[in-house]
């Protein structure tokens, strides 16, 4: 059996007080577009530097198909590329030349896959024009190129849309999706939740450098549970016995309606109780929360955090 792409274990990084990574275990399979995901501090940056071999791990190991990226360095394993941050070139070269240095330097048969990396970051055009003249959105997709160069079949990219105007985010996600579909998987960090929406099979969601949900994302969709809507001929009353009931939480009286949180098990039970009191139920339904709901619960909802993280 080979081994995973990324194979983390109990990942801790601390930095004098700060516990910038909190024992994380992560795994990325073969073909995963895997989102890492959480607000700006939450850890990201540190996780992917630990990945690449850049900081050595106060605590736990990272192995990059069964590797040891602190051995090696992750740009010498075979198959493995990425960029932490910005990537980094000389504004006064062009787009084609910056690549021509960085292949000379990788050596093998990387300067022949040039040509390659430019079509399928759409630089063509524009690869005889300095860097310093680009856009940032252009900026990004030379520095997938440098990784592509490398033939990577592990490309890791550190907020590769932040910083995008909508367009150059678009085309990121077309440019990233187009590389899962040849073959390569990708590991990305992320601040924003609806660049790993589309694209992302798998997500792992970390708050103060702690994953807090790692699965896909129609699981948390799943497991967050809904906010129901209920109305009846009585609702002062019916307020009253979904107080004392089990599975239903934090319930809300609006002037149309009564809003809680529960499971479906706990809606039905509820509902046969309703009738049974002689009230008659006028409507009652789900409403799924939206992601981005559950992403700010997750990162900055504690109690929350900690329900999901059970439940997942
Ligand atoms: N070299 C360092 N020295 C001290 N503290 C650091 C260092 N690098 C990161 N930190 C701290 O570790 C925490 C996590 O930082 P990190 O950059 O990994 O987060 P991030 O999720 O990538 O955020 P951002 O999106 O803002 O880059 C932050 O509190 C940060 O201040």
Redesign the pocket.
């Known amino acids: 059996m080979t081994a995973p792409p990324v194979q983390a274990r109990g990942l801790v990084?601390r930095?004098?007080d700060?516990l910038?990574?909190d024992d994380v275990d992560l795994t990325v399979e073969a073909g995963d577009v895997y989102g890492y995901l959480?607000?700006?501090?939450?850890?990201?940056?540190?996780?992917l530097r630990m990945l690449l071999g850049l900081i050595q791990p106060t605590a736990g190991e990272v192995r990059l198909f069964g590797a040891d990226p602190l051995v090696h360095g992750a740009t010498a394993l075979d198959g493995v590329a990425g960029f932490v941050?910005a990537p980094r070139f000389y504004p006064y070269l062009t787009g084609r030349k910056n690549l021509e240095l960085l292949a000379a330097l990788d050596g093998g048969d990387a300067k022949a896959r040039i040509d390659g990396a430019l079509d399928v970051v759409e630089l063509t055009d524009r690869q005889r024009h300095k860097v310093g003249g680009y856009s940032h959105g252009m900026r990004q997709r030379l520095g997938v190129a440098a990784a592509l160069i490398r033939n990577p079949r592990l490309l890791l990219l550190?907020?590769p849309a932040?910083g995008l105007d909508p367009a150059g985010m678009r085309d990121m996600r077309a440019l990233v999706a187009r590389l899962s579909l040849s073959g390569t998987t990708v590991l990305l960090?992320s601040?924003l939740l609806a660049e790993v929406e589309e694209l992302c099979n798998r997500v792992a969601i970390?708050r103060t450098?702690r994953i807090v949900f790692e699965g896909a994302l129609a699981d948390l969709k799943r497991t967050a549970g809904a906010e129901w809507r209920l109305r009846t001929t009585d609702d002062a009353r019916a307020m009253e016995i979904c107080r004392d009931r089990r599975g239903i939480a934090n319930v809300r009286r609006d002037p149309l309606e009564l809003r809680f949180e529960g499971t479906e098990e706990a809606a039905s039970e509820l509902s046969v109780v309703l009738v049974e009191a002689g009230l008659a139920i006028r409507a009652l339904a789900p409403h799924a929360a939206t992601l981005e709901d559950l992403f700010f619960r997750l990162t900055e909802d504690e109690p929350a955090a900690a329900r999901l993280a059970e439940a997942s």
């Open positions: 990084k930095y004098g700060v910038a990574v959480g607000p700006n501090g939450a850890g990201k940056t540190t996780v941050e550190d907020e932040t960090s601040h970390v450098g």
